[in-house]
Structures are given as structure tokens and as C-alpha cells.
């Protein structure tokens, strides 16, 4: 509080962003802004692979589920719905919340497996927007695991 009593309200700022930064609410919320953009996302994806078929896909710019069964594509958009669900529910109701951290890892480890298969089909800009989305990922997995758990 001696701060406070420096220079008047540019140091009240100061102590209040150092008190904020202190017990992790800057961070926690960066944690949930994290999260809520890869659930939309990964709901997103998952639905429009299971609602539609896999040539209307391909037709639609996912040249690479020509490499993968139509089960397979329905599994990954399976998959990627249940994620979604995972990164969020469990924290929001406080049931087995340490799945959110794991559905988290789940993502960067699906974003690890399209890397290789873009790459593969020399498939450079998709390859960045799935690194993108594993640090994303891999970062609330690094909070949610270690200090700013639930």
C-alpha cells in the first residue's frame, strides 16, 4: 500500500495491475479467451466434418481428405467435437476438471498429426494455421496443467 501513497492515481494503476498480474487473473482469463476460441474452432471443424460428405470436403479446399476414408474424416470430426466440449464443460461445472487440460493436450496432439500429413502434401500455409492452433493449445495445457489449474 505504500505505493498508493507515491503519486496518486498512476500509482494506484500500477499496485492494482501488479496486485492482478500477482494472483493470475490476467492470466486465467487469457487461459478461458484461449479456450473459447479453440472450442469454437474445434466445434466448428468437427460439425462440418460430420455433416457433410467427404467429396463435397475436397471439393470445399480439404484436398487432403482424398488420403483418408470417409469413417476416418467422421472420426476426426467426432473426435474434434468432443474435444471442444472437453476444453470448456468440465471447467464451467466443476466436474473432473482435469480434463480440460487434457482435452487441451488432445488438441496439440491432433494439430502434431495434421502438421505431418500436410506436410507430406506440401501443404505450407495450412501447416501454419495448425502450429498456430497446437501452441494455442499446447499453452492452455501448460496452465491448466501446471499454474493456473482449476
Keep these: ?88 464443460l468440465p471447467a464451467v461445472t466443476g466436474v473432473v476438471p482435469v480434463l480440460t487440460p487434457l482435452a487441451a493436450l488432445g488438441i496439440a496432439l491432433l494439430m502434431a498429426g495434421a502438421v505431418v500429413v500436410h506436410a507430406r502434401r506440401a501443404e505450407s500455409p495450412v501447416i501454419v494455421v495448425n502450429l498456430v492452433l497446437l501452441v494455442l493449445a499446447a499453452v492452455v495445457a501448460w496452465g491448466r496443467f501446471g499454474p493456473y489449474a482449476f
Design 1 to 88: 500500500m505504500a505505493a498508493i501513497r507515491g503519486d496518486g492515481r498512476g500509482a494506484l494503476i500500477r499496485y492494482i495491475s501488479l496486485c492482478c498480474r500477482k494472483n493470475g487473473i490476467l492470466m486465467n482469463v487469457a487461459l478461458w479467451v484461449i479456450a473459447g476460441l479453440l472450442t469454437l474452432a474445434f466445434l466448428l471443424a468437427g460439425v462440418m466434418k460430420l455433416a457433410q460428405p467427404k467429396d463435397r470436403l475436397a471439393a470445399s479446399g480439404m484436398a487432403w481428405t482424398e488420403d483418408f476414408s470417409a469413417g476416418a474424416i467422421k472420426g476426426l470430426g467426432a473426435l474434434e467435437v468432443l474435444i471442444a466440449f472437453g476444453l470448456v
